[in-house]
């Protein structure tokens, strides 16, 4: 999915706005149930637009998961795990490009 938003501000402002939408995106991406919840919306929506979801077990024993189609059958990445830290938080904070 593509998301695609759009800020409006005074020109005297935008390093205000740079600021406040840089810690919103820490915010908002620390947070691992945030990302649990947008991998099942996301899951969701597959099913939704009828597509078959299965789990496959490897010989190792993990589950993978895939999604079924006539011509293809995709791998469902796995929720990524991480924490956030302080090089993270710096390393946004201090970029130019942020979106």
Do not use: R, W
Request: proline share 2%; aromatic share 14%.
């Amino acid at each position: 999915l593509t998301i695609h938003d759009c800020f409006a501000t005074n020109a005297n402002d935008v390093d205000e706005m740079v600021l406040k939408v840089k810690l919103a995106f820490i915010a908002l991406y620390s947070e691992k149930s945030f990302i649990d919840s947008y991998h099942n919306f996301i899951l969701e929506f597959i099913n939704k637009t009828g597509f078959i979801i299965k789990e496959k077990s490897t010989s190792k024993g993990e589950n993978i998961s895939y999604v079924y189609t006539e011509n293809a059958n995709i791998q469902i990445p796995k929720v990524p795990s991480f924490t956030i830290n302080k090089n993270l938080k710096f390393d946004i904070l201090g970029s130019q490009y942020f979106i």
